[in-house]
Structures are given as C-alpha cells and as structure tokens.
C-alpha cells in the first residue's frame, strides 16, 4: 500500500469492522547502511462484537549493505547483491520487483548494439541479470580511486562487462570530463552496451544518440536517419515512463528545446524529487531552473543552491562537475573562501568551462 491513507471496510453481510492503515515505502536513505533487514509492522484492529483482536504482522526484506549510498541495484526480488566487481553508486525506488525490460524494445536495442560494435566481440556481465530486470545508475568509484583517475577504472570495469560502468565510461567519453579525450562514437557505443543489458540509463542516452545522429548514423539517407530518430524518441519515452532520471532529463530537454515549455520540464523534475529517484544531473538542472527562474513563478535561489550541493555529493556521478562549477560562480563575488572550495571540486572533476 502507498499514501499513508486510513480506510475503514465493512462486510455488508456480517458487523466485522477492519481499520486498515497503509504504509508508505521506506527509503533506503534512511537506513543505517548496517542493517541486514528492515522489519515492517502492520497492525490491524479487528472489532468483532465488541471484542476487539490485534494481529501483528511482521515482514522482513533482506537489505545490501553498502558504504555509500545504495542508488541503483536490479530490482530483484530478493535484492541480490551485485557481484563486487560489477557495483552501482545507485538504487532503484520504484520500478516493479521483477520487471522485465519491454521484449521489443530490447529486440530493436540488441540490433542497434550489434550494428554499432561492428562484429566484435559485446563487453557482457554473464554473471548477472539473466532474467532481463532492469537495471539503473552510475557506477560506484572506489574510495581509492581519485577523480581524475576515474576513466581509467570505468574503462576497465566497462570491458569487463559491467553495464553500469559502461554507462558511466560512455558518459565522460561524450564530455571529455575525467581526462579523456571526446570521442562520440565509442561513447554510443557503451552506451549501446549498457542498453543491451538492460540499463534504462544507458537506454535513454542511446535514445538521445539515435535521435540526434551523435556517434550512431551516417547522415547519408533520410529516410534511415528519420527511423533512427523515431526510435531514439520512443527510447526516451521508454525510460521516461519509468520514472527513471536519465528519461526525464531528456523528456525534459525535449520540451524545452521544442515547445519552449520550460514549466513542464520543471514538473517532471519535481515528479522525481518527490518519488526520490534522482540522479545528479537532474538535480543540477532543477536547481538551474530555480536559481535563474526558468520554468517557474518566482526564483527560489536558496532551494536551487541546496540541490547543487545535493548534486555535487554525488560525485563523480555526470551533473557533479557542473553543480560545482555553478555553486563556485554563485559564491565567488561575495565568498570567496566557499567559493574556492567549490573550485576544487569541479576541477578535481575535470570541468571545463
């Protein structure tokens, strides 16, 4: 049950009155990273002829534990653990337990990957996700690892199979942030791969590739480059659907870009802040939107701040670098101090203004 709503049933054929209270889906965020299980207790009072029972009915889900922030696992049934060497910085908040990824959707995906990888050989993670669940977010950095040293480890994670990583090497190939060259078309092409294994936020930016003709097509026939386009469109729309941020980030560019309806992206942004399924990106655009009073009835710079900063403790996730760069531009006239600071950060990122 969701919504926290209070109910009273009563058989029309007997005096039985059953107070119902649902209860609203516990995020993981607020968890102690600790704890092996969560303990749900529903309590249901059963008037029967003036005698009044209480059942208690206790419920456990076995949790993952995880250092950081759980922002992305398959949405299995019994949240299985992902092997070490394949681990996303995410978790999934809403997605239906075992749901599959849309048969023709990955049937055109699977022809689109195989087309960009030209025959050779599909970097897959054979270990999991056999049952095609779908999969999103970023890939997890080793505490280790430095910021700048980050491709080099998505890299290698990539080739190995694991689509998260594959996501997340694509994305700084298409930006060239993390020092590493710009390179569209590898960057479609882990993108693809990412897609091929489910990963709805792989699937999106793969749609935005086939839309725009970015590392995909040739512009060599129309004809081809509408079909690609049209299929890019109903893979954002996919992901959109789903409620993941990757869609909705480009749901949203969509609509500003196209019908100038700056207020509707900002509504699709807060649809996801309100189900608490976000990635940094999507917060560095709504605080855009609310620091410079695009999309909105009034600017709310406060608000906007607070979710770069969100962002930015998110990082190296794709947005990260970019909310660093505009808190160091909020702050540089009258901070300088925080200013600096945030500085740091889009650097040690590997911004580039």
């Known amino acids: 049950p969701r919504g926290g709503k209070r109910q009273w049933k009563k058989d029309a054929n007997s005096s039985v009155h059953v107070y119902c209270k649902s209860i609203k889906p516990v995020s993981t965020q607020t968890i102690n ?14 008037l029967v002829d003036d ?6 009915v206790v419920v456990t ?28 910085s995410s978790t999934l908040y ?46 997890k950095l080793e505490p280790n690892i430095p910021f700048n040293q980050r491709a080099t480890y998505f890299q290698q994670k990539a080739y190995e199979g694991c689509p998260y990583a594959q996501h997340s090497y694509a994305l ?19 993108h693809a791969a990412a897609a091929n294994q489910c990963h709805l936020d792989g699937i999106a930016v793969l749609g935005g590739c086939l839309r725009t003709g970015t590392g995909v097509v040739e512009k060599k026939k129309t004809r081809n480059n509408n079909m ?7 893979l954002i729309q996919y992901c959109a659907s789903k409620g ?46 609310l620091v410079n009073g695009q999309g909105v009835d009034r600017k709310d710079v406060s608000r906007g701040i607070s ?26 006239r009258d901070d300088p101090k925080e200013a600096d600071k945030w500085f740091g950060i889009a650097m040690d990122l590997g911004y580039e203004v």
């Open 33 to 46: 990273h600790n704890m092996s299980s969560i303990l749900l207790v529903l309590l249901a009072a059963v």
């Open 51 to 56: 005698v009044t029972a209480f059942v208690v």
């Open 61 to 88: 889900y076995p949790l993952i534990p995880n250092p950081i922030t759980m922002r992305g696992h398959h949405d299995d049934t019994h949240y299985h653990p992902l092997p070490k060497k394949c681990t996303s």
């Open 94 to 139: 809403s997605l239906q337990r075992n749901e599959e990824i849309c048969k023709e959707i990955h049937n055109e995906i699977k022809i689109i990957t195989k087309d960009l990888w030209k025959g050779t050989t599909i970097p897959t993670d054979t270990r999991q996700n056999h049952n095609r669940l779908l999969l999103e977010g970023e890939a």
């Open 172 to 190: 700084l190939l298409w930006s060239g942030f993390g020092g590493i060259a710009k390179n569209p078309m590898e960057s479609a092409k882990f």
């Open 228 to 234: 690609a386009g049209l299929l890019g469109l109903k």
């Open 244 to 289: 993941n941020p990757t869609g909705v980030n480009k749901q949203a560019a969509l609509l500003e870009s196209n019908e100038d309806d700056y207020y509707g992206a900002v509504q699709l942004y807060e649809s996801c802040v309100k189900s608490g399924r976000i990635n940094a990106l999507l917060l560095f655009n709504l605080g855009w939107s």
């Open 307 to 332: 979710l770069w900063k969100e962002a930015v403790s998110l990082a190296p996730d794709e947005g990260s670098e970019e909310a660093a760069w505009c808190l160091y531009e909020e702050y540089k």
